[in-house]
């Protein structure tokens, strides 16, 4: 009897200890994604994704001017970007919280669109 104890408990201690076993820590708290779209002297566009240690990535997306309905399928492909990357997050157990549009703002003779997503997890 004695010869099965030692090696039980020694079992249970070591698969007790296993739970207190340090894992590598997921990013968790807020993110913001944002689109950002200036129209001016020349074009651009861009999506920003902060992530909650402040850390920050920056994809151009090729914008160019033109008539205005070049200008709108130019803005669709930026909301497209957005959505992507948005989806590309959810798949890793992010969860979109809030979205923030600014619609157009003029600076100038400079337009401004941005529109800034926060995610979750």
């Given at each position: 009897?004695?010869?099965?104890?030692?090696p039980t408990?020694?079992?249970l201690a070591?698969?007790?200890?296993?739970?207190?076993?340090s894992k590598?820590?997921?990013?968790?708290?807020?993110?913001?994604?944002?689109?950002?779209?200036?129209?001016?002297?020349?074009?651009?566009?861009?999506?920003?994704?902060?992530?909650?240690?402040?850390?920050?990535?920056?994809?151009?997306?090729?914008?160019?001017?033109?008539?205005?309905?070049?200008?709108?399928?130019?803005?669709?492909?930026?909301?497209?970007?957005?959505?992507?990357?948005?989806?590309?997050?959810?798949?890793?157990?992010?969860?979109?919280?809030?979205?923030?549009?600014?619609?157009?703002?003029?600076?100038?003779?400079?337009?401004?669109?941005?529109?800034?997503?926060?995610?979750?997890?």
């Open positions: 009897m004695r010869k099965l104890f030692l408990a020694l079992l070591a698969a007790g200890s296993w739970g207190f076993h590598v820590a997921e990013p968790v708290g807020q993110m913001m994604v944002i689109s950002n779209v200036s129209i001016g002297f020349d074009a651009q566009a861009s999506i920003v994704v902060i992530a909650p240690d402040g850390t920050q990535k920056e994809k151009t997306i090729e914008f160019s001017k033109g008539s205005a309905k070049k200008v709108a399928a130019n803005m669709t492909e930026v909301h497209k970007a957005a959505l992507v990357t948005i989806n590309e997050y959810s798949r890793s157990g992010w969860h979109l919280v809030s979205v923030a549009p600014s619609g157009l703002t003029n600076g100038g003779n400079t337009f401004f669109s941005q529109n800034v997503y926060l995610l979750e997890k």
